[in-house]
C-alpha cells in the first residue's frame, strides 16, 4: 500500500517525475495540459482559471485559492503586493498547508515556484493532485494508486477488449475511459458499437461524453495519447481520479436521496403495519365474538347420527375455520412486534392500539375462546360414547340374541325325535355321545341367554327408547330355554334305557362272532385243504398226506359240538328280542357269518371226507409204480455214464503219448471209434427207460446223479472227440509226407510240445508257446513274436494246437527248399529274360491259377518300365508274400 505523508514515498515520487521529464520531453506537455485542466475544473467553482500553469502560480494567488477549494479550509491571508517577497511569502503559505497535511515536499522551494520553474511546478501540481485527489481513494483494503487501479479493474473487468493493468498504455485504445462511463451511465455511450482499432475514437468519445455530461473537463489528447509509445502515468491518473470522483460523488447524492426515501417509506410502512394491526385485531375479536356462543351450545342430540354430525362440524371448525385465524392473530403479533422494534430504532414513540384492541385483549378473548373450544370439545365426545354406548349395548344384544335363537332353531324336534328305537348298539352310543355334547352346549349357552337378560336389563336402566321389543324377545328366549331343558332330560333317559338292552344283544354278538369266526374259518380251510389238487413225486409224501388226513378226521366230533354251541348263541339273542320287543334294525355288526352258512359248510365237510380218502388211495398206488421206474433208469445210467468218463480220458492218452508210428496211432484210434459205436444200443435203452419217466411226470431221481442230458452230452463229446482225434492224427501224417519230416522229428516235435503242455489239454497258450520256442533256439523280439503267432494263431485266440504248431515247424525247416524251387519255376516261365509278362503266365498256367498271379501282379512294374511284368523278387513276393525268400 502506498502512503502519501511519508517523507521518503515523495521523494521517492520526485525522483521519479524528474527521470521520466529527461527520458521523454513529450510527457511534459501532456502534464501541463492535463494538471491545467485538473486546476481549472476546481478554480472554476471559485470564478477564476489558469492559462499559463507556471506563471499564474508565481503570485501565489491562484495557489492559494486552489488549495481552499480542493480541501475546503480556509488558509491564511495572501499578501497583496506585486513585489517578489509578497508572491514568495504567498507561496510559502501555499507550501506550509501542503505540509501541514502531512506531505514534505523536498527540492521544491518557493523562490522556483516564483520564477515560474515549469518543472517545479508540475512537481508542486502533482504532489497537490496526490494528496488531495488521489491519496484518499480507497478500495478493498488499498488506497491511493493501488485503489484506484483497482477500482478501474472492478469497473471494467465485464467488459471485453478491457484489461487495465497500469496507468499507460492500458488506455491508448480509449475503450477503458468508455467502459467507465458505460459502466456507470449506459445511456451515454452505445458500448457496443466501439472497436478497439479505432482508438481516436474511442479516446474522443470518452473525453467529449465526459466533459459535456459529467463536468470532467478535457484533461487529455487522443492525438498526444495515440501517437506516444507509453502516455504519461500521471497525467492518465489524474484524468481517472477525476472520473472516480465525478461517480463517487454521484453515488453519494444518490445514497443520500434513498437514505431520504428510505426514512418516508419507513414511516409509510408504519402507519401501513398500524391501520393492519386495527383491522385484524377487530376482526378477530369480532370473529371470536360470534363463535364462543355456538361453541357454548350444549344441546344434546338422541341419535349418533346427529352427533356425529355436529363433531363434523367442531372437526370443520378445527380444520377450515380456526386456522386462519390463528395465521391473522400470529401475524398481527407479528406486525405489533415489528412495528414497535422499528419505532423504537427510529427514535419514535411505541404505537398504542385503540381501547379494547391491545394485544393482551386479543389474547384475553382467544384464551376465553380455546376454552369455550375445549368444554365443547369435551361435552361432544363425552355425548359420542353415551350414545355409542348404547348403540353397541342394542347391536350386542341384537347380536346375542341373533346366535342364541339361530342356535336354538331345530333343537326342540331333534330332543323330540324317537331315532333311538330302531338304532344300533353303537348308533345308540352316538346318539348319547351326541346328547351329551348337546347338553354341554346348552350348559355352555346358559351363561350367553344370562348375558342376554342382563343386557337387557341395563338397557333398561339407561331408558333405551327401544326397551319394550329388547324386554318381549328376551322373555322369549328365556322360556324357550326352560323348554329345552325339560326335554334334553327325558331324551337322555331314553337313551340310556336302550343302550343297556343292546349292550347285552351286543354281548351275545360279540361271543357269537368270536367263536363263529375261527369255526368258520376252520370248516373253508378244511374245504379247502379236502379239495385240494395234490402234487406229489415220492411215494414218502404221499404217505405224509394220508397220515395228515387221519388226523384230520379225528377232530371232527369235537368241532361238531363247537357248531352246536355257536347255535345256541344265536338262540338265546332270537328269545332276549323276542321278551322286550326290542327292533332290531340289522344283523349282527360284528360278523357276516350267519347259522345257515355254518349248517351249509359244516354237510359239505362231512361230504367231501370219503372223496378225500379215495384220491389219497389212487395216488398212493401211482407213486408206487414211478418209484420202479427210476431204479430201472438209475441202474442204466450208473452203468453207462462211467463208461463214457473212461473212454474220453484213454482217447486224451492216445493223442498225447508216443506209442508207435502215426499210423500205429490212427489204427489204434479207429478200433476205439469201432467198439464206440458198437455201445450205441445202450444209449438207445436208456433213452427208452427216460421216455417212461417223462411220461410219468417223473422229475427227480435221488437214485443217480446222471440225467439223460448228461448221458447225450458226454456220448456226443465222445463221438467228436474220437473223430477230431482221428483227424489230427491224419494231418500230422499228411504234414509229415508233405514236408518230408522224419518219425523221430516228429517225436520231437510232440516231446516239446507236451512238455509245454502244462495243463495237458493238448494246448498251449502264448505264454507257454514263446517260452518253447525260446527253448528251442528263437531269438524273439515282441515284433518277431507276434508275426509268428499271427501264423500259427491266425483267429487270434491266443491258443497254439499242436497241428498249428507243427506246421510251423515244418515251414521253418522247409524255407530253404522252397526258395531252390521258386527260382527253378521263374526260370523256367522267364526264359533267357529276367522277369514274366501276364501273357505268359496266361500260357503255361491253368486260368484260375494264371489270373490269381496276375491280379497280384498290377501293383509291379518289371525292369526297363515294364508295366504288369515281375522280376525274381516281385514274383516270389506275389506267390508267397513278404518273406525272407
Known sequence: MEHYD???VYMHQEDDWDRDLLLDPAWEKQQRKTFTAWCNSHLRKAGTQIENIEEDFRDGLKLMLLLEVISGERLAKPERGKMRVHKISNVNKALNFIASKGVKLVSIGAEEIVDGNAKMTLGMIWTIILRFAIQDISVEETSAKEGLLLWCQRKTAPYKNVNIQNFHISWKDGLGFCALIHRHRPELIDYGKLRKDDPMTNLNTAFDVAEKYLDIPKMLDAEDIVGTARPDEKAIMTYVSSFYHAFSGAQKAETAANRICKVLAVNQENEQLMEHYEKLASDLLEWIRRTIPWLENRMPENTMQAMQQKLEDFRDYRRLHKPPKVQEKCQMEINFNTLQTKLRLSNRPAFMPSEGKMVSD?????????GAEKGYEEWLLNEIRRLERLDHLAEKFRQKAAIHEAWTEGKEDLLQKRDYETASL?????????????ESDLAAHQDRVEQIAAIAQELNELDYYDSPSVNARCQRICDQWD??????????????????????????????????????NWMEGAMEDLQDTFIVHTIEEIQGLSTAHEQFKATLPEADKERLAILGIHNEIAKIVQTYHVNMAGTNPY????????????????????????ALIEEHARQQNNERLRRQFATQANIIGPWIQTKMEEIGRISIEMHGTLE????HLRQYEKSIVNYKPKIDQLEGDHQLIQEALIFDNKHTNYTMEHIRVGWEQLLTTIARTINEIENQILTRDAKGITQEQLNEFRASFNHFDRKRTGIMDADDFKTCLISMGYNLGENEFSRIMSIVDPNRMGIVTFQAFIDFMSRET?????????????????????????????????????EYCIARMAPYTGPDGVPGALDYMSFSTALYGESDL
Open 362 to 370: 386479543v389474547n384475553n378473548a382467544w384464551g376465553n375462546l380455546e
Open 426 to 438: 353303537s348308533e345308540i352310543k352316538a346318539l348319547l355321545k351326541k346328547h351329551e355334547a348337546f
Open 664 to 667: 500205429d496211432q490212427l489204427t
Open 814 to 850: 522247409a524255407d530253404t527248399d522252397t526258395a531252390d524251387q521258386v527260382l527253378a519255376s521263374f526260370k523256367v516261365l522267364a526264359g533267357d529274360k529276367n522277369y514274366i509278362l501276364a501273357d505268359e503266365l496266361r500260357r503255361e498256367l491253368p486260368p484260375d491259377q494264371a
Open 483 to 520: 323348554a329345552l331343558g325339560a326335554m334334553s332330560m327325558k331324551r337322555a333317559e331314553a337313551l340310556q334305557r336302550t343302550e343297556k338292552l343292546l349292550e347285552t344283544i351286543d354281548q351275545l354278538y360279540l361271543e357269537f362272532a368270536k367263536r363263529a369266526a375261527p369255526f368258520n
Open 6 to 8: 511519508g517523507e521518503n
Open 591 to 614: 360278523t357276516t357269518i350267519n347259522p345257515q352258512e355254518i349248517n351249509a359248510k359244516w354237510d359239505k365237510v362231512r361230504q367231501l371226507v370219503p372223496q378225500r380218502d379215495q
